[in-house]
């Protein structure tokens, strides 16, 4: 499956960017293979737990977390030369969101929920790993300031759904979501889109 | 229901604090509609979680997530307006967290657990919104150093299940509770009451 | 049992070091026992909660809640002397590391996962409270930059179901990985060994 395979892809970027992320917070060896891991798996597993959708996918299949925890150290050895190769991250980042997005969706459809759950299901899949990566390196999480990067996936989830009551089949679906959520966001990387940023100022001081 | 239109009440207060938070900490729109709620949805999803009670709230009725964002969405726009009603929000905050309480006990009270949990879980019903509102703000919980707020949970819910021991019915019960832990809730807020704050000083500077 | 023991002893020494992390901070007495709380039964509900393994352990057992509140309490009350029992706090510490490593392996091994999942069960009991006292606290988690921490905790585990698969009855498998794993923990405190640390300058200044 082509989605079983961008799957693959996603969560070895994504370990990588979270164990990159642990080594500029001063984390040791440890510290970058669980922050590397969360990243990668934390999106389906806060989907999974919301949803009560158990077992979850890395506790059937323990070579995921083998996987990312290669990916994390890979990362953290070759940090030096990886800084050069920022826009293949970006890129990859990109593949991974949709992908995660399209494989979120695809879970919730199997339960009994509607339609707003299964998009929501999808955006959960695609930002919380994201999300949980910067509580644990202490910082507020970028998603929620940030280039339109939730709303993609939002929006992905959402044309997905759509797609699918209008009777187009999974697979082609999901390459249209694809090709569509990837170039919006690399377009909104490439143009600096972003949702309107609210300031102090806008709460008039007190809010 | 009276308890349930307090619950609309209570969700949409606090998805419009979380917002107003959310825009002091210059996130996006997207940011501060998740922020939001979180805060309103937040305490409900980590009892029904602690407790393995699915489907979630929101999950069957994802029309409270629509009413969470709408409501996070308006206080972005009209927060200029908002500073000027601060006494309302902390009145709405104070049944909400009361309504949450009393909510809390009677989903707990449905399953196998003891009373002693029945008081947690409406106390975690009550707080967990505004703690998690705090973490993704990245600030440290304000409910754990400020103003007996969660004491009052725990004391309403407390409260809730030794009337319901005592055979009152579960409605007077309901009002009861909600009356006298608003009116405590505010005398707290009015006369400054907080438990003892530890500080360096006391752990001998060292603990 | 030991273990059980063991796990009383562990849960004390944890709600009071959770105790004394916040009085640091500044908490007031209920941020003190909810903290508190969450160190000592964070970790083995974090576990529960991934596993989908209902009910979890304090909602069957709401007496280890009031264990917990009590312990904190009790340090709140007691810090200016405990600083003096640094060294106790360590060992105590280091037991309850192993013993909950040990008591989470034994807990996922009756549900139906691969070893490499037992093994990562014991180490999120063992480590996932003290992440979340970090987290309620609004500090990186320790266990990501420190002294083998979570190391051993893996080590353990591994240990304990490498011996049970070599038809060593649990019983003397969980003394000898006790006796182990405290060891190797106290000589890793006591020489401060730990694993490499990654800083911005190993990343190329930008990772």
Known sequence: MLLHLLYLVAIIAEAMSGALMGMRRGMDRFGLCLVGTVTALGGG???????GHYPLAWISHPDYVLITIGAASVAAAGARWLRNWQR???TVDAIGLI???VIGCDVAATLDVSPAIVV???AITGVCGGMLRDLLCNQMPLVLR???YAS??????ALYVALQACDVAPAPASIVVLAVGFAVRMLA???RWQLKVFTAADSGGAG
């Open 45 to 51: 597993t806060v989907r999974d737990v919301l949803l």
């Open 146 to 148: 940030q280039e339109l």
């Open 189 to 191: 990387v490439r143009f």
């Open 120 to 122: 929501l299901a999808g």
């Open 152 to 157: 993609i996936a939002l929006g992905a989830g």
């Open 99 to 101: 992908a995660f997005t």
């Open 88 to 90: 293949l991250f970006v």
